[in-house]
């Protein structure tokens, strides 16, 4: 009954703090919403006993992530996002079939989902399962996924110092 409760909070917290990362203009108020939902899906694993998982996530994500995120927005001098009028006129469009392809998905995931047989909670979240995973099935999108993040951080430097550069011409 409380893991029923707890489940729905966490699942409620991170749905808002998911709102409200699309829905503020501040992009320093969007990454610290972002942390908001981070901490609930960290709270969800807890209840699903997958303590390891959530420990990481917590560390990766909302601590490393989300400082290399605040990080590249303070760089970049980010400010207030403004609206250009017109600019998102023919979103409708594309929003209304994306938004049915992805109820299909969820619909074929949940029919999907009633034929199989139920996995073994301790086959779950353990660390021995993780690491054996990580570093042999998952081992080249896990670097991939690290010089993506390289990449991306020398990608905001370069904008900041050309920013620069032109400020003082």
Same mark, same amino acid.
């Given at each position: 009954?409380?893991?029923?409760?707890? @489940?729905?909070? @966490?699942?409620?917290?991170?749905?808002?703090?998911?709102?409200?990362?699309?829905?503020?203009?501040?992009?320093?108020?969007?990454?610290?919403?972002?942390?908001?939902?981070?901490?609930?899906?960290?709270?969800?694993?807890?209840?699903?006993?997958?303590h390891?998982?959530?420990?990481?996530?917590?560390?990766?994500?909302?601590?490393?992530?989300?400082?290399?995120?605040?990080?590249?927005?303070?760089?970049?001098n980010?400010?207030?996002? !403004?609206?250009?009028?017109?600019?998102?006129?023919?979103?409708?469009?594309?929003?209304?079939?994306?938004?049915?392809?992805?109820?299909? !998905?969820?619909a074929?995931?949940?029919?999907?989902?009633?034929?199989?047989?139920?996995?073994?909670?301790?086959?779950?979240?353990?660390? !021995?399962?993780?690491?054996?995973?990580? @570093?042999?099935q998952?081992?080249?999108?896990?670097?991939?996924?690290?010089?993506?993040?390289?990449?991306?951080?020398?990608?905001?430097?370069?904008?900041?110092?050309?920013?620069?550069n032109?400020?003082?011409?």
């Amino acid at each position: 009954m409380v893991a029923t409760i707890l @489940f729905y909070v @966490f699942a409620g917290l991170a749905v808002l703090g998911a709102v409200m990362v699309i829905m503020h203009r501040n992009p320093i108020y969007s990454a610290l919403s972002l942390i908001l939902t981070l901490f609930s899906l960290a709270g969800i694993y807890v209840l699903l006993m997958a303590h390891f998982i959530a420990i990481v996530h917590i560390a990766v994500y909302a601590g490393a992530i989300m400082v290399l995120f605040l990080f590249v927005i303070m760089l970049l001098n980010v400010r207030i996002e !403004e609206k250009a009028p017109g600019a998102f006129r023919y979103m409708v469009y594309i929003a209304l079939p994306m938004v049915l392809v992805l109820f299909y !998905e969820l619909a074929t995931i949940v029919f999907h989902s009633f034929n199989r047989a139920p996995v073994k909670s301790t086959d779950v979240g353990s660390v !021995e399962k993780i690491g054996t995973a990580l @570093f042999s099935q998952y081992v080249l999108p896990f670097e991939i996924t690290s010089i993506l993040l390289i990449v991306a951080m020398a990608g905001a430097v370069y904008l900041a110092k050309r920013r620069l550069n032109t400020v003082k011409e």
